[in-house]
């Protein structure tokens, strides 16, 4: 038998492992353990009751005993585990250990390590871009905070972007650290714009071409691909970082990218801006998500899901009309038809827009854009052949950050979001109490979220100036991302995602 305790620090891991007589490999493993009462408990546990997480919902560790913290770990197993994150043809033997929470986590394991189907059996072009030292250090690029003229000119690094958005922030004109950025307001953001950056091409254009890395004779940055952050933080709400990005800018190597032709390439930032995904990049147990753990990433060759899930990414990631032209090449009129899983999920109709890119083909508002996310988690695990129940498992048992803050978070009428917690505050929100702070408004209006609760209590106390529409609607992912399986499941069932 073995255990993983933690006092809750991520570098205070450590484990206790029991050994009985020599024979074959079969042992009990429980993970995650932050009370030794629970051991004993669990090995005691009769098997009622909803399964554990890791923290609750608002916050503070799940301590409860269940008989489904207490996996079975065989040779059976381990091979299952060797064919996740080892290189082909590790022995089970050799397999590195995972940390499954629950039965359920192992199911969802079980699933993920079968996929016939992973990137490394598509064709596709791949690069880790300039190298931060040795391009400064040769005069390829300065670290000069400025405006580009064009996206030809921009130097990517990993606070760009984030989950589905190619546009998330942008360095402040005297950046000095990866704090240093602003957001951008994505309800009225342009129909063009280049984001400012921190680095600038320090020689000539031919000279700095022919450094970049080239693809079948062309340099990367003509191609579209989908980015991911390198580095994991495992201590954040999300740990995988993708998003699709046009042709034109280069990326430091905290960033990679990868390109495939535009269909498969939109299906990976879609696929990889999900939950299940996320979760496989906390599992590999990885500071980096370098190509050979994401080589091992399911893909499926082909799925009738793929058809909401490219539109649903492309109406998250094209942002601006520099995203027209992969609009127009993929553009499904199956999508006419679409609409959200539930009505209240979304505030956007999704059968509203053109085929040619307009203003309208994004989702910009808070609600939309998670809406939209929430949806693709669902997708995926259909992709996945997932359950429900295993896709809700992953989200108890990995996502303790995310689960916190949804756990306080509603959105008003307009779809714009309030959250208890600055970290996934939304924009407005953060606009306004900034300004509070500035003496503009209120004092009151310093912390949004405690207006909220007064709101709550009493729906007349608050003034709210028209910054936003009640009646206000909570976040609840795990019902949402159930109720989006159970609907789109039955969608494919009739027939509404054939050709």
């Given at each position: 038998m073995s255990f993983s305790c933690s006092t809750g620090q991520a570098a205070a891991w450590y484990g206790v492992a029991i050994y009985g007589?020599?024979?074959?490999?079969?042992?009990?493993?429980?993970?995650?353990?932050?009370?030794?009462?629970?051991?004993?408990a669990s090995l005691e546990h009769d098997g009622?009751?909803?399964?554990?997480?890791?923290?609750?919902?608002?916050?503070?560790?799940?301590?409860?005993?269940?008989?489904?913290?207490v996996v079975t770990v065989n040779e059976e197993v381990l091979g299952r585990w060797a064919q996740l994150f080892d290189e082909p043809g590790t022995p089970a033997l050799e397999a590195r250990l995972l940390r499954p929470v629950t039965t359920s986590?192992?199911?969802?394991?079980?699933?993920?390590?079968?996929?016939?189907?992973?990137?490394?059996?598509?064709?596709?072009?791949?690069?880790?871009?300039?190298?931060?030292?040795?391009?400064?250090r040769d005069g390829t690029i300065r670290w000069e905070t400025g405006q580009p003229g064009s996206w030809?000119?921009?130097?990517?690094?990993?606070?760009?972007?984030?989950?589905?958005?190619?546009l998330s922030q942008q360095p402040r004109p005297q950046c000095r650290n990866a704090q240093d950025y602003d957001a951008f307001n994505l309800e009225l953001l342009?129909?063009?714009?280049?984001?400012?950056?921190?680095?600038?091409?320090?020689?000539?254009?031919?000279?700095?071409?022919?450094?970049?890395?080239?693809w079948n004779g062309r340099p990367f940055t003509d191609h579209w691909r989908v980015a991911w952050r390198a580095m994991v933080d495992a201590g954040t709400e999300r740990s995988l970082h993708a998003a699709l990005v046009p042709p034109g800018p280069a990326h430091v190597n905290a960033v990679f990218t990868l390109h495939s032709t535009p269909e498969l390439t939109t299906?990976?930032?879609?696929?990889?801006?999900?939950?299940?995904?996320?979760?496989?990049?906390?599992?590999?147990?990885?500071?980096?998500?370098?190509?050979?753990?994401?080589?091992?990433?399911?893909?499926?060759?082909?799925s009738q899901f793929y058809r909401p899930l490219v539109h649903r990414t492309l109406r998250l990631n094209c942002l601006t009309r520099d995203y027209e032209s992969l609009w127009v090449e993929l553009f499904d009129p199956v999508w006419r038809r679409d609409s959200w899983?539930?009505?209240?999920?979304?505030?956007?109709?999704?059968?509203?827009?053109?085929?040619?890119?307009?203003?309208?083909?994004?989702?910009?508002?808070?609600?939309?854009?998670?809406a939209a996310l929430v949806e693709l988690d669902a997708l995926a695990a259909l992709t996945l052949g997932l359950t429900a129940e295993q896709l809700c498992a992953m989200y108890r048992t990995q996502f303790a950050v995310l689960r916190k803050y949804e756990h306080q978070m509603v959105f008003d009428a307009e779809g714009r979001k309030l959250c208890a917690f600055h970290q996934s505050a939304g924009y407005r929100q953060s606009q306004?109490?900034?300004?509070?702070?500035?003496?503009?408004?209120?004092?009151?209006?310093?912390?949004?979220?405690?207006?909220?609760?007064?709101?709550?209590?009493?729906?007349?106390?608050?003034?709210?100036?028209?910054?936003?529409?009640?009646?206000?609607?909570?976040?609840?992912r795990e019902a949402e991302m159930t109720r989006a399986y159970n609907e789109f499941a039955a969608r494919a069932a009739a027939g509404e995602y054939d050709d």
């Open positions: 007589s020599h024979g074959r490999v079969s042992f009990r493993q429980i993970g995650q353990i932050f009370d030794p009462s629970t051991v004993d009622s009751g909803g399964l554990p997480g890791v923290q609750y919902p608002p916050g503070g560790w799940d301590l409860r005993a269940h008989n489904g913290r986590d192992l199911g969802a394991l079980d699933i993920l390590s079968t996929q016939r189907q992973r990137l490394s059996h598509h064709v596709y072009s791949f690069t880790q871009g300039l190298n931060e030292t040795n391009a400064k030809d000119e921009v130097v990517l690094q990993g606070p760009h972007f984030t989950v589905a958005t190619p342009p129909a063009q714009i280049v984001p400012r950056t921190n680095y600038q091409r320090d020689c000539d254009r031919d000279t700095y071409v022919a450094r970049l890395d080239h299906r990976i930032a879609g696929l990889w801006s999900t939950l299940p995904f996320d979760y496989l990049a906390k599992q590999a147990g990885r500071s980096n998500l370098h190509l050979d753990v994401m080589n091992r990433f399911p893909l499926p060759v082909s899983s539930a009505p209240q999920l979304g505030r956007t109709p999704l059968d509203g827009f053109q085929t040619t890119w307009t203003q309208q083909t994004p989702l910009r508002s808070d609600q939309d854009r998670r306004l109490q900034d300004e509070a702070k500035a003496g503009k408004l209120p004092k009151e209006w310093q912390n949004l979220w405690k207006l909220y609760l007064q709101h709550e209590a009493d729906p007349g106390s608050v003034d709210w100036l028209g910054h936003y529409t009640p009646p206000f609607t909570r976040a609840d």
